[in-house]
């Protein structure tokens, strides 16, 4: 707590980002910020659209700790599946089985993660998170990542920052965009997109469908994990004025999939490892929707946004007799923004939310309340940025109003200095707070998981500090150091006599510190290299964390044709050995386990016959690793594909 009261007194040092520092002109205004960048005087500078509730922040004022990766990079890489794209990047470890895709943040909590799509709250609000393994890539999306509290921001869930997904808009990529490819396993995955612009509006309609026998995921198994995915989206908007516009996005997913079961049966050589389990099957369904209007005043200079969201994620389980098990979540948003811009330097953002999340275990049998619950929450933010040419700061303080909790009041300050053109320093600090889940309030099957609701939000501190370095024109290296504290953990207890499960909050403090470095590199004229590394030191009471290993490291190297006639990029992915649980003891009290460590390699390579089609082929896994992500839980060994894509 010394340490985060120095630096929140002291926002003077800076952390760092994996781009270049770009110098400001201080009385430059942002002319228009979309699809990634801003117009500033003649220049397009990348930015952030969740840095700020108010505009988008451009990347060189940001005070915070980030990774932003484009459409290109995704394009490079042929990255399918968002949950691998988010291997790649300092600080997130992914965690996935057949059915339910966990990310963590700086050692974080899967549910700990705020996950937005086209500016959508995603999560389930019964699981109170967001299978990550549902999202697949569309032609022309970004992404971008912060990491570190952003409660102040966006209220609970943000504990360990947050994770955006953008679609491109019809502006941003025009026409029609089509791809298509088949490999081993049966694998069939195709993209299409549509879109168009006027003067005055924009729209983009797209679709993704992967199909997929899959592979076998229990030890010694040879029943294959398929799964079928469909995403349909689309978004759009119009300026009925010069100040003010209208827009809306929309986005349904469907997975329907094969999945396995622990083994039962106390009297089994495999009990509580995965077994074959021959009609096991799972559906995740989900339908997400926002519409907004914001106008100017003022010359752009003072805005107002006001939007509503609707989320719906419905989940089941079946097997050879029927449903199993089965959850219904919504949520409805709405929220008012105003931003004022006091000429370049000063920045005023207040803002206010509105959200009723709802659920229902619709799990069959009467072994659990079926009936309908739900909660209601209010929040205020107000925000301020300073930036000029050599400083940049940060503060942001938001007050939440539960109609089941007690209101919760969270912070988060920055600062940022350019101490030459090449190298800056940035420090950080802040608060988060995660309410209890349904789930976890009330319980999932009775007899096997008890509710509690006497449990606590969870709340944490953090703060973090580090370098950006440009090396030359060519390369740059970034190092952050971060420390939290988490009070108040929610974990799953089996007290006796009967041992059956049930949630508690923890007395102890949880502590998360570790390092993130990220390098980027042009090596030569064909030649670029990204790398990351994150080591983490995650325990509760001094015993480590589960499902978050102490060290990831990745790398991506990308070779690139003179006028880009093709392209090929390696890319190898380092997992440590990572703490887990095993339920093997028939008292069904966990037993600690380690994983083993893993090392994947991933190589891809493009061609492009024409102006307008290109064809592509790429192996994973290819040295055939046999790893788990998750206890008894094989992952994928190797596969290939090859395909084609086509713009005009």
Not at 43 to 62: E, F, H, M
Not at 640 to 645: D, I
Request: negative net charge; charged residues 20%; hydrophobic residues 40%.
């Amino acid at each position: 707590m010394r340490n985060l009261k120095l630096l929140c007194s002291v926002a003077g040092a800076a952390l760092v980002w994996a781009v270049p520092v770009v110098a400001q002109d201080p009385d430059a205004v942002a002319d228009d910020c979309s699809d990634g960048g801003c117009i500033v005087g003649p220049a397009i500078v990348p930015i952030l659209v969740t840095a700020s509730r108010g505009q988008p922040v451009t990347i060189r004022d940001y005070t915070g700790s980030f990774t932003v990766v484009d459409a290109d990079r995704i394009e490079q890489r042929q990255t399918r599946d968002i949950a691998d794209l988010l291997r790649d990047v300092p600080g997130v470890a992914v965690a996935g089985i057949a059915g339910q895709t966990q990310i963590r943040l700086r050692g974080s909590e899967a549910n700990h993660v705020l996950v937005l799509v086209d500016g959508i709250e995603v999560s389930d609000p019964f699981a109170g998170e967001f299978d990550i393994g549902t999202l697949q890539a569309d032609i022309g999306a970004r992404l971008e990542v912060l990491r570190g509290p952003q409660s102040a921001l966006y209220g609970p869930d943000a504990i360990g920052g947050v994770v955006a997904y953008e679609s491109a808009s019809g502006r941003a990529v025009p026409g029609f965009a089509a791809r298509v490819e088949g490999g081993t396993q049966a694998t069939v995955n195709g993209a299409l997109r549509y879109g168009a612009s006027g003067d005055s509006w924009d729209a983009a309609l797209s679709a993704v469908v992967v199909s997929t026998d899959g592979q076998p995921n229990a030890r010694g198994g040879t029943r294959d994990i398929g799964r079928d995915s469909y995403t349909v989206s689309g978004k759009g908007s119009v300026n009925l004025s010069d100040s003010l516009a209208l827009r809306a996005a929309a986005r349904f997913i469907r997975t329907e999939g094969q999945t396995n079961d622990s083994d039962f049966d106390s009297t089994s050589p495999t009990f509580g490892f995965t077994i074959d389990s021959p009609g096991v099957t799972f559906t995740n369904e989900a339908i997400y929707a926002l519409i907004g209007a914001r106008a100017e005043m003022l010359e752009g200079r003072w805005t107002h946004d006001l939007s509503a969201q609707i989320a719906e994620v419905d989940r089941e389980t079946d097997s050879p007799f029927g449903l199993t098990s089965a959850s219904e979540g919504d949520r409805v948003k709405a929220s008012y923004v105003t931003a004022f811009n006091g000429g370049g330097y000063h920045n005023l953002t207040f803002a206010a939310d509105y959200e009723v999340e709802g659920f229902r275990n619709a799990t069959p049998g009467g072994f659990a309340f079926n009936g309908r619950r739900e909660i209601e929450q209010i929040g205020f933010v107000g925000e301020y940025r300073y930036s000029d040419s050599a400083f940049d700061v940060s503060a942001a303080l938001r007050h939440d109003i539960n109609d089941l909790f007690r209101d919760a009041t969270t912070f988060r300050v920055g600062a940022g200095y350019r101490i030459t053109d090449t190298t800056r320093l940035r420090a950080a600090a802040g608060s988060g707070v995660k309410n209890p889940g349904f789930f976890e309030l009330y319980g999932f099957v009775d007899g096997r998981f008890i509710g509690n609701a006497a449990l606590r939000p969870e709340k944490s501190t953090g703060w973090e500090v580090g370098v950006d370095q440009l090396l030359g024109n060519s390369a740059s290296v970034a190092v952050t150091y971060f420390d939290s504290e988490l009070e108040g953990e929610i974990f799953t207890t089996f007290p006796p006599p009967n041992f059956i499960a049930t949630p508690a909050n923890r007395t102890t403090v949880s502590e998360q510190r570790g390092v993130e470095v990220s390098l980027n590199a042009q090596l030569a004229a064909q030649w670029s290299l990204d790398a990351a590394y994150s080591y983490l030191d995650a325990e509760e009471n001094g015993v480590e964390e589960v499902r978050r290993p102490q060290h990831i490291a990745s790398a991506a190297l990308t070779w690139t044709a003179p006028g880009d006639a093709a392209s090929a990029t390696l890319v190898v992915r380092h997992n440590g050995e990572t703490p887990d649980v095993a339920f093997t003891d028939p008292s069904f009290v966990p037993v600690r386990v380690n994983l083993d460590d893993y090392t994947l390699i991933n190589l891809n390579a493009r061609v492009r016959l024409t102006d307008q089609l290109s064809a592509f082929a790429r192996v994973d896994n290819l040295l055939g690793e046999r790893y788990e992500q998750v206890f008894s839980f094989v992952s994928p060994g190797r596969s290939a594909a090859v395909g084609v894509e086509a713009r005009f």
